[in-house]
């Protein structure tokens, strides 16, 4: 297998494994206000909230790992690309290549995010 292809291979694995998690991670910030209001309402127990709370931080924590491992292979193209070392039918421009680190950087921006709203929420359920 040529480094090419290897670099391809991890890099498509890897926007699998995003793609897969970033709709747990949307499901869970769509629904969390809902969580949020069930709880307060005593319809979710304090128990099965900080669940929820678990879930987010584990998917996040995944998540934060997979951009990482995306900005990696977003390196590796980037050195195939000065490299020439990719088949003409697959040579992103630099331009796209900088763009994807750059939504990848923002996403990981995003995560951080609401890893604080799950540190507030949290805080909450311990005073509340």
Known sequence: MSKYDSVWETHDFVIKKL???EDK????LGN???YVDMYKEGSLPKKKMSSV???????CKSLRSLYDKHLLTIREIRELIEDED???ERVPTAEVVDELEESTRNLMTTISQSEELFNFIEEDLRNG
């Not at 991670?25 to 869970?28: G, K």
């Not at 709370?53 to 998917?59: A, F, L, N, Q, Y």
């Open 19 to 21: 793609t897969e998690n």
């Open 25 to 28: 991670y949307n499901h869970l």
């Open 32 to 34: 969390i206000s809902i």
């Open 53 to 59: 709370i678990s879930d987010g931080r584990k998917i």
């Open 86 to 88: 990719i088949p003409e």
